[in-house]
């Protein structure tokens, strides 16, 4: 009945930016996080966002870089990548908390 579904992924040079969108369906956009799986690697958070006063959080990797925001209007969780690295590969989830629902992910490939 919930669906969230990511978009925005993209073979992208060093340096380069992304931005992902996350539209939620069925429901609302409330807490909301971005999850990343790395090749070889376990999922990990990047970044998150809470519901009513919109405080964000970042992992060390990825601060100062990355910024996460909703249009709770569109429905939608965004995060934006700027000075994107070889080590930013992988494939990038949303995250609902209160219900426990996951996007499909959407590649995001970061290579010379």
């Known amino acids: 009945q919930v669906q969230l579904v990511e978009s925005g992924g993209a073979l992208v040079q060093p340096g380069g930016s992304l931005t992902l969108s996350c539209v939620v369906s069925?429901?609302?956009?409330?807490?909301m996080g971005w999850y990343r799986q790395a090749p070889g690697k376990q999922r990990e958070l990047v970044a998150d966002?809470?519901?009513?006063?919109?405080?964000?959080q970042y992992a060390d990797s990825v601060k100062g870089r990355f910024t996460i925001s909703r249009d709770t209007a569109k429905n939608t969780v965004y995060l934006q990548m700027n000075k994107l690295k070889p080590e930013d590969t992988g494939l990038y989830f949303c995250?609902?908390?209160?219900?426990?629902?996951w996007g499909r992910g959407t590649q995001v490939t970061v290579s010379t």
């Open positions: 995250h609902a908390l209160l219900t426990d629902d």
């Open positions: 069925g429901g609302l956009v409330f807490d």
């Open positions: 966002i809470t519901t009513i006063r919109g405080e964000t």
